[in-house]
């Protein structure tokens, strides 16, 4: 499947995902990853997923009355590695009007055709996690061809052409990238592209590729957000609808969690359902070794099992 969800996300409500690569494909290793490390690193773009197959799974998804508050194209690692986005953007607008959101890690903003493919996205989401090109190489471990300046310079490009919504994400890992001056740093570059929305401070919250990729604490976020200014935010908890599933509940979430880890608390906010139908499915998963759960930051986190 190449549709999932939707998930609740802290930063667009309901989002049903979409994947245009299939399998774990990225430019960068980041010590966050949810998807834990990048093995192999690219920077070509190719054709991974006919987009055909996306748009009959995303047909049948609207048809049976699915519900979601955006469509996101995301995944499993950085969808603009996908020679088809910009088909596939121009095709999911032909038979949904609800917006269409791209997270991207903004590397292959320096390269003119994939701007041009994100014209039509009504939000586009680059992170951005370091100012300096030492904790660039240090957070975002980039693929050898990638130098963060040209990365800077593609974004402002970007910025300069986009009509839609841009909103950066700022992932802070605790002593990496969480000083005060990493902040003055990131303002200093962010003052001079005045086309950002906003600036989301996130951290980690879910299992990550490296165990020392601590998250930073709520206080320090808002001291840090403070620091770059009014456009800057800390994501909060979801706040979303809820989600109306498709098929089976269990089929719902593995494909969510094929994605990314999850909690019993971020299932229960999104799909409606009560505790204990939530409870059951994830134990059935779990017994069927397609899940498996770990601790991190206080809480149980649910993964997918290869
Ligand atoms: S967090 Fe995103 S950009 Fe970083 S390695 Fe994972 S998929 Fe790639």
């Given at each position: 499947m190449y549709i999932f969800g939707p998930v609740p996300s802290r930063r667009l409500g309901l989002s049903l995902g979409v994947d245009p690569l299939a399998s774990k494909s990225c430019n960068l290793n980041c010590v966050y990853c949810e998807l834990g490390r990048s093995f192999k690193l690219t920077s070509e773009r190719k054709l991974f997923v006919e987009t055909d197959f996306i748009i009959t799974e995303l047909k049948q998804f609207f048809e049976k009355g699915g519900i979601t508050d955006y469509v996101t194209i995301?995944?499993?690692?950085?969808?603009?590695?996908?020679?088809?986005l910009g088909e596939l953007i121009t095709e999911i607008k032909k038979i949904t009007d609800k917006p269409l959101a791209v997270i991207t890690n903004?590397?292959?903003?320096?390269?003119p055709q994939v701007r041009l493919e994100l014209m039509n996205a009504d939000v586009v989401m680059p992170s951005m996690d370091a100012f300096t090109p030492a904790t660039y190489i240090k957070v975002n471990r980039p693929h050898g061809s990638i130098k963060m300046e040209k990365v800077i310079e593609g974004l402002r490009a970007f910025a300069s052409e986009y009509k839609g919504r841009i909103w950066l994400e700022i992932m802070v890992v605790s002593g990496m990238n969480d000083s005060d001056n990493d902040m003055f740093e990131a303002k200093k570059v962010l003052d001079t592209i005045p086309n950002i929305e906003k600036i989301q401070i996130n951290t980690v919250v879910r299992s990550r590729a490296e165990e020392y990729a601590d998250p930073v604490k709520d206080l320090r976020l808002r001291e840090l957000a403070m620091i770059l200014g009014p456009r800057a935010e800390v994501i909060g908890k979801f706040t979303g609808s809820t989600i109306h599933t498709i098929d089976g509940i269990e089929d719902a979430m593995l494909e969510a969690l094929k994605r990314r880890p999850m909690t019993a608390k971020d299932f229960e906010d999104a799909m409606g359902l009560k505790k204990i139908e939530i409870e059951m499915a994830l134990g059935k998963l779990v017994q069927g070794g397609f899940v498996e759960k770990n601790h991190f930051s206080g809480m149980d986190f649910f993964k997918y099992s290869k």
């Amino acid at each position: 499947m190449y549709i999932f969800g939707p998930v609740p996300s802290r930063r667009l409500g309901l989002s049903l995902g979409v994947d245009p690569l299939a399998s774990k494909s990225c430019n960068l290793n980041c010590v966050y990853c949810e998807l834990g490390r990048s093995f192999k690193l690219t920077s070509e773009r190719k054709l991974f997923v006919e987009t055909d197959f996306i748009i009959t799974e995303l047909k049948q998804f609207f048809e049976k009355g699915g519900i979601t508050d955006y469509v996101t194209i995301s995944g499993s690692g950085e969808p603009t590695l996908a020679l088809n986005l910009g088909e596939l953007i121009t095709e999911i607008k032909k038979i949904t009007d609800k917006p269409l959101a791209v997270i991207t890690n903004g590397v292959l903003l320096t390269d003119p055709q994939v701007r041009l493919e994100l014209m039509n996205a009504d939000v586009v989401m680059p992170s951005m996690d370091a100012f300096t090109p030492a904790t660039y190489i240090k957070v975002n471990r980039p693929h050898g061809s990638i130098k963060m300046e040209k990365v800077i310079e593609g974004l402002r490009a970007f910025a300069s052409e986009y009509k839609g919504r841009i909103w950066l994400e700022i992932m802070v890992v605790s002593g990496m990238n969480d000083s005060d001056n990493d902040m003055f740093e990131a303002k200093k570059v962010l003052d001079t592209i005045p086309n950002i929305e906003k600036i989301q401070i996130n951290t980690v919250v879910r299992s990550r590729a490296e165990e020392y990729a601590d998250p930073v604490k709520d206080l320090r976020l808002r001291e840090l957000a403070m620091i770059l200014g009014p456009r800057a935010e800390v994501i909060g908890k979801f706040t979303g609808s809820t989600i109306h599933t498709i098929d089976g509940i269990e089929d719902a979430m593995l494909e969510a969690l094929k994605r990314r880890p999850m909690t019993a608390k971020d299932f229960e906010d999104a799909m409606g359902l009560k505790k204990i139908e939530i409870e059951m499915a994830l134990g059935k998963l779990v017994q069927g070794g397609f899940v498996e759960k770990n601790h991190f930051s206080g809480m149980d986190f649910f993964k997918y099992s290869k």
